[in-house]
């Protein structure tokens, strides 16, 4: 896979071209600042002094490098198509270096909150159950019916479609074709997600010994193939 930049990504880009790979530097530096702290205005002003242009300009470049970095890792592309991806949006060998480098660095961490992002279904936390029997009933004073309770505690992260809708909508409205600001700003809410702000959820069941017996049997055949050369094969290319 290669990233396409549209016209507007590329001008914001053009900057990086026109100077030296230390000016590229000292934007990667800003853009790893931007990924981690959000978009620091003071930085972007001196560096829009230093090379005489306007603030918007400054902030658009990083924009446009934290795209090229988020969808990397959002894609997961090997370091020969995030070059070609480079290439395409007009860099020199020597500039694709030092990009790589700076996705080198964020890589592991960006796709780990993404992967948070884009979490939609449960995660299993605790099961906690008991063992009931049923020793008589009106019917029957013989009749014995063992059951088992199971509660179990399952987690799911907070829903930021909401969030990620109105900045499409911003985005479209403005045609700035920064479609990584919303990503790259909820970092540290995937984050903080993942440490405190999930919903918990009880599931209450109840099971006689049969189904119980039929359950446990699928999920070993479920956990058995899970283990096969097949599945093992899908996930490395996903």
């Not at 884009?118 to 605790?126: A, E, I, T, V």
């Not at 403005?174 to 959820?201: D, F, P, R, Y």
Request: hydrophobic share 40%.
């Amino acid at each position: 896979m290669i990233i396409f930049l549209s016209e507007l990504q590329k001008e914001h880009l053009s900057l990086l071209h026109q100077h030296s790979t230390q000016v590229l530097v000292d934007f990667c530096k800003l853009t790893i600042d931007y990924l981690n702290n959000g978009m620091n205005e003071k930085k972007c002003g001196i560096a829009a002094e230093k090379l005489e242009v306007p603030l918007n300009v400054v902030q658009n470049l990083i924009y446009a490098l934290a795209y090229l970095i988020v969808e990397g890792c959002k894609h997961n592309l090997s370091e020969p198509n995030f070059r070609s991806s480079l290439a395409i949006a007009g860099f020199s060998q020597e500039q694709q270096q030092i990009i790589v480098k700076l996705h080198n660095a964020k890589k592991r961490e960006l796709s780990e909150a993404l992967n948070l992002l884009q979490q939609k279904d449960p995660s299993y936390q605790d099961l906690t159950w008991r063992f009931e029997v049923q020793v008589a009933s009106k019917n029957s004073m013989d009749e014995v019916k063992p059951m088992v309770a199971m509660d179990f505690v399952l987690s799911s992260p907070k829903d930021f479609s909401q969030g990620e809708e109105e900045f499409r909508h911003e985005t479209l409205k403005q045609k700035s074709g920064l479609s990584s600001m919303k990503i790259v700003s909820s970092v540290q809410e995937a984050k903080t997600a993942s440490q405190c702000q999930h919903v918990i959820n009880h599931v209450l069941l109840q099971s006689d010994l049969p189904n119980l017996v039929h359950l446990t049997n699928r999920l070993e055949e479920a956990l058995k193939e899970s283990k096969s050369q097949h599945v093992r094969k899908v996930q490395r290319a996903l």
